[in-house]
């Protein structure tokens, strides 16, 4: 399954089968397919990444994240789509701030590359068997 952020992009866990050299590893990993504004991301230089089509995309549940923190849904999805405004804006005047998921991990933008990088242990929380490859293939 997958949750779209509106403006930003998509979280997703994927399935990859890589072939070792004695083993065949299938491992869960995290990606980030980036959905923003074009004009925001000129002169940037961002990953391409595929999201299946077989994974389940849902939009971002506002009433759950409004139950973690006690503020109303519509106060939770006001704050994101403001912070989603600003981060835009600030790529847009070049800024480079980097824009952090608490759990998840980091989207930064170094040397003109926007990309997302994934804590080790949101990784290892996906992947309980091949943890290793799983963290060389994020």
């Known amino acids: 399954q997958g949750v779209l952020v509106p403006g930003l992009g998509t979280f997703a866990v994927v399935r990859e089968?890589?072939?070792g050299t004695e083993e065949v590893y299938v491992v869960?990993?995290?990606v980030f397919q980036l959905d923003m504004d074009m004009s925001c991301l000129?002169?940037?230089v961002f990953p391409t990444v595929m999201i299946p089509g077989d994974i389940e995309i849902m939009p971002?549940?506002?009433w759950w994240l409004s139950q973690t923190n006690s503020l109303p849904p519509d106060m939770v999805r006001g704050c994101v789509e403001e912070t989603i405004l600003l981060y835009?804006?600030?790529?847009r005047t070049r800024q480079r701030p980097?824009?952090?998921f608490k759990?998840?991990?980091?989207l930064?933008?170094?040397?003109?590359?926007?990309?997302?990088?994934?804590?080790?242990?949101?990784?290892?929380?996906?992947?309980?068997?091949?943890?290793?490859?799983?963290?060389?293939?994020?």
């Open 17 to 19: 089968q890589i072939n």
């Open 60 to 62: 971002l549940d506002y």
């Open 108 to 138: 930064s933008c170094q040397d003109n590359v926007l990309c997302m990088q994934f804590h080790c242990s949101c990784i290892a929380g996906l992947e309980s068997r091949d943890i290793w490859v799983a963290l060389l293939l994020t």
């Open 98 to 100: 980097a824009f952090t």
């Open 28 to 30: 869960r990993r995290p």
């Open 88 to 91: 835009s804006f600030q790529l």
């Open 42 to 44: 000129r002169e940037l």
């Open 103 to 106: 759990n998840i991990g980091i």
